[in-house]
């Protein structure tokens, strides 16, 4: 037996004994610590929605609730305007996805696959507008929404977001680490490269689709600053723009506030939850890893 080899059964030994002793990884003695302080927020935030307003308010503040308290949920649900924000939150949203699944993808696939005058330079500009903090962006936006006659119509919310640099450079990173081959032989059978997009790499683009998917819904769905500057009606309200005006100057509902926000927060968890494997595959795959 070579010296490789008996190295290689010895530390396979090795492990096999530490399996023995620790029937799991020793990593997982720092990342469950880590992960049940990080859901801790999430914990207090659901535990804090079925209390009461007193228990809420009260010093020290109570770690677990006397009782089940419904009221800060009936305050929510029975609130008329609450299923409108939800409903105009969930039409941003899914609008926003979608235009950026289909135009992030012909933008990536534009810049992996095609070589025209300026491309690379154009790359980059777009690039760094992802290094343009939204403060800065702010004011000509809202000028061109309003140039548009699209203030406070969820329109102003939409158009913004209806392709981002990040989802159009994600899709770039993954399209490169795909085998040419693939679209070499569906050129020889004479497919455009829109059908080739279409029908050959859109489905191999899963992963891509998920984490733009994912990453667009979680962005649209939690802003609140770009909504407070272009909504001004309530009707418009998006769900995080229509839970401020549970807090006043000088009272605010907690319960009705925690409620609210144990509601917001469930699609993400189930788009994070959903999509999580093909997430995690996409940013492996991609070039993205650190």
């Not at 677990?64 to 941003?92: D, Q, T």
């Not at 980059?124 to 939204?134: D, I």
């Not at 005006?245 to 939850?273: C, D, E, R, Y």
Request: charged residues 10%; glycine residues 6%; aromatic residues 12%.
């Amino acid at each position: 037996m070579t010296q490789g080899a008996a190295a290689s059964v010895s530390a396979s030994a090795d492990r096999t004994a530490r399996r023995r002793r620790l029937p799991f990884s020793p990593w997982h003695l720092l990342l469950a610590p880590l992960s049940i302080g990080f859901a801790l927020p999430l914990v207090w935030l659901i535990l804090s929605s079925v209390m009461s307003d007193a228990e809420i308010n009260r010093f020290p503040p109570a770690l677990w609730p006397h009782g089940i308290h419904l009221g800060g949920y009936r305050y929510v649900l029975g609130n008329a305007m609450f299923p409108r924000w939800f409903l105009n939150s969930c039409i941003v949203a899914l609008v926003a996805v979608t235009s950026n699944l289909v135009l992030g993808a012909l933008g990536g696939y534009a810049f992996a696959r095609m070589r025209f005058a300026g491309s690379r330079l154009l790359l980059g500009l777009m690039l760094a507008t992802m290094a343009v903090p939204f403060q800065l962006t702010m004011i000509p936006t809202f000028l061109v929404m309003k140039w548009l006659g699209l203030i406070d119509t969820l329109g102003a919310l939409i158009v913004p977001s209806l392709v981002t640099p990040f989802a159009v450079f994600l899709f770039r990173q993954f399209f490169l680490s795909l085998p040419r081959e693939l679209e070499e032989a569906a050129w020889i059978d004479g497919c455009s490269r829109l059908r080739v997009l279409v029908s050959i790499v859109a489905p191999l683009a899963r992963p891509a689709l998920a984490t733009v998917a994912v990453l667009t819904f979680l962005a649209t769905w939690n802003d609140l600053s770009w909504p407070l500057i272009a909504i001004n009606h309530d009707a418009h309200y998006t769900l995080q723009l229509g839970l401020t005006t549970f807090q006043g100057q000088h009272h605010t509902k907690w319960s009705a506030v925690m409620a609210g926000n144990v509601i917001t927060v469930l699609p993400v968890l189930l788009a994070f939850l959903f999509a999580q494997k093909t997430f995690i595959q996409s940013l492996t795959s991609s070039g993205l890893k650190g």
